[in-house]
């Protein structure tokens, strides 16, 4: 009978250049679905949370769901799985593009990469067949020269790769495909270059895979696109604006970070808006594999076309560093994916120096010719690259995440962060369930563990009341469990706005012949998300760790929409802990057992 | 004055900007029937950075910002 796994690991040894096949472990592939949920487990399992992350012990997992390669919308996702050497915790970095389906596809669940190479290495895979060459010649370069030097040899593969950050040791560094996508956080690219692997590239001979009850996957495609279709976010708002449409509504609820946090309402918002971008500066919309959303955005910088930014990165380049240059953010953008750093962190790892430098901490003789400004156009562009090939002494320290460098200077306080991890563009202050989510993700600071944007903001599936905390803690439980599901399945989490826990079950069974209902799917998601947890356990998590910078506790929003708001963390975490069964932050014995991990 | 910022696809054809005089629109709806925009359009609709609902009532000095169904993430 098929199924909609492959049914085979590669596990490649660097440090005796070795490549074997295993079987994947059915029963537990089944019960942790794949992807997110999969690698976790076999990362647990493996030891590797006690591990130095840098070390030849650490181990990188790319995996792909038992969606990715499968014909359904948006399945073609991998995710990137290891110790991040950026909060000592879980990392795990969903990707989009094409790479996860190709990979899958060949016949493959999914890659384990273990030890360190003594030089510069590369993996090729073509279907069946792996092999390790070495990479010198690659080392050095960027995204696309390294996407295209290897698609001239393989003009038929889809390329992985670290770029200049992940050489260096950014700890902000992450894996890129098809030149433009990235499984972005937690310095997930920091561990491929620890183990000197520069890039990996894969042909696949068939174009999907076979799953378990061709006829019902054929009808849950049909009825998943319908439902895409129907929605006005997955068919209007996501393709027409991209994920930058948010710019202005967040800004309007006051709650649009600003100058390192310090405000929350800009102005000058419009200007960098998706309404901006589409209207000025948009040529085309990109879309991943299989996917009928398109939100991906190619834009034009001067003479170049270069992938236009999310709204994350708008924000974090545009309002946190108090730019207002939409084309400035365009470039640094660029810079990101052409050096193989996270677009988040790198850009709000600069706004916390501006404010060292504002506040006098950080001194011009250490800025070497390019101030650190709020507003500066040439800060944003040349502090990018300084950090992403570790140039200047400063350079290296911002490539290290904002945590690290306001604790250099003594202020951890303006660290924007969670667990080490930057927090990206909502103000938890003026919406109280998405800061439950912030101080509660497994990786740290990070919006798509638990999208409560979505019903305190858009509304979808209803409207909760922002600024209130009754029921976040539920909701946020239940977000993030169904998210560790989607993440695992190998489609896109935007999905998620059209789709609910029923319609993924029926993918996944009539995919791999499992019996989930939307109950059981979502007990799945919290097996995963504990698994998670206690894999930080393990890593030596502290139990007070689940919490949010003070400006958010202490400081009210000065100004704006939502003047006055202070976070109410204090009240909804124990709720949270609760609703959970976790008892100081872990989770209990019974919860274990209830959860069958 | 009243003034309702409007966002994405309610732009087209309209201004972004427009200010309304206060003695002649007493709630949201009162306004949406002016600016041709269908209530079951609107996605979010905001009055002073508070999500609202079109009976709702607006004043002198109130900011409408008006967007159809639009995410991210
Ligand atoms: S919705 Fe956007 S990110 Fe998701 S698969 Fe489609 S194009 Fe990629």
């Known amino acids: 009978m098929s199924t909609s796994y492959a049914g085979k690991l590669l596990r490649v040894n660097l440090s005796d250049s070795t490549l074997r096949t295993e079987d994947l472990d059915l029963e537990l592939a089944e019960k942790y679905i794949g992807g997110r949920g999969l690698g976790t487990k076999i990362l647990y399992d493996e030891g590797v949370a006690t591990v130095d992350p840098l070390s030849a012990e650490n181990k990188l997992l790319l995996m792909t769901g038992p969606l990715t390669g499968a014909i359904v919308p948006t399945g073609g996702r991998y995710m990137a799985i290891t110790k991040s050497p950026l909060t000592g915790l879980i990392a795990s970095s969903n990707s989009g593009g094409v790479w996860g389906a190709r990979l899958k596809c060949a016949g493959w669940d999914g890659i384990i990469i273990e030890g360190a190479a003594a030089s510069p290495m590369r993996l090729h895979i073509e279907d069946g067949n792996a092999e390790l060459l070495p990479a010198d010649g690659l080392w050095g370069k960027t995204s696309e020269e390294t996407e295209s030097e290897l698609k001239g040899i393989y003009p038929k593969a889809s390329v992985l790769n670290i770029g200049p950050g992940g050489e260096s040791g950014s700890l902000l560094a992450c894996i890129i495909n098809e030149a433009d996508r990235a499984a972005g956080r937690s310095g997930v690219g920091a561990v491929m270059g620890s183990k000197n692997l520069k890039a990996i590239s894969v042909i696949a001979s068939k174009s999907s895979v076979e799953p378990y009850d061709k006829e019902a996957l054929a009808q849950g495609n049909k009825s998943a696109l319908a439902m895409i279709k129907e929605n006005g976010v997955t068919s209007g708002g996501l393709p027409t604006y991209g994920t930058a449409v948010l710019v202005n509504i967040i800004n309007n609820i006051g709650s649009y970070p600003t100058k390192n946090w310090q405000e929350s309402y800009d102005p000058d918002a419009d200007l960098t808006s998706g309404e901006t971008m589409t209207d000025h500066h948009l040529v085309k919309n990109t879309a991943c594999h299989r996917c009928p959303i398109a939100c991906g955005r190619v834009v034009k910088v001067g003479e170049k076309t270069v992938g236009g930014p999310e709204y994350e990165v708008l924000w974090a380049y545009g309002a946190n560093c108090g730019v207002s240059d939409i084309e400035a953010i365009f470039e640094a953008n660029y810079w990101c994916n052409e050096l193989g750093i996270d677009a988040i962190s790198t850009p709000c790892t600069i706004a916390a120096a501006m404010e060292l430098y504002e506040k006098g901490f950080i001194t011009d003789e250490e800025c070497e010719g390019v101030p650190l400004k709020w507003g500066s156009t040439d800060a944003i562009v040349e502090w990018t690259k300084r950090m992403g090939y570790g140039e200047t002494a400063l350079g290296k320290l911002m490539a290290q995440g904002s945590y690290r460098l306001c604790e250099h200077y003594g202020q951890p306080d303006l660290s924007m962060s969670v667990k080490k991890q930057e927090m990206p563009a909502y103000d938890a202050r003026g919406i109280q369930g998405i800061g439950i989510n912030y101080a509660t993700s497994n990786r740290g600071g990070c919006h798509v563990r638990g999208y409560l944007i979505s019903p305190e903001i858009l509304g979808l599936p209803e409207q909760l009341d922002r600024l209130a905390t009754e029921g976040k803690a539920e909701w946020t439980k239940i977000f993030q469990d169904l998210t560790a599901v989607i993440d695992s399945s190998g489609m896109c989490l935007f999905t998620s706005f059209a789709l609910g826990a029923p319609d993924y079950a029926e993918l996944i069974n009539a995919a791999t012949g499992t019996s989930y209902n939307a109950d059981t799917l979502l007990a799945a998601g919290e097996r995963i998300y504990n698994l998670e947890r206690l894999f930080n356990k393990a890593a030596g998590m502290e139990s007070d760790a689940d919490k949010l910078p003070k400006r958010l506790t202490d400081v009210p929003i000065a100004e704006g929409p939502s003047k006055g708001e202070i976070s109410k963390i204090a009240d909804t975490l124990p709720e949270y802990y609760e609703a959970r069964g976790w008892k100081e932050a872990f989770p209990t014995e019974e919860t274990i057992e209830r959860l069958g991990l | ?73």
């Open chain 2, 1 to 73: 004055m009243i003034e309702v910022r409007l966002f994405a696809s309610f732009r087209a054809g309209r201004e972004k900007i427009i200010l309304l005089d206060a003695s002649i629109y007493k709630t949201a709806s009162d306004i949406l029937f002016s600016l041709d925009i269908p209530e079951d359009e609107v996605a979010i609709l905001l009055i002073n950075g508070r999500h609202s609902k079109a009976y709702d009532t607006v004043k002198d000095g109130d900011i409408v910002a008006l967007f159809p169904p639009v995410g991210g993430g």
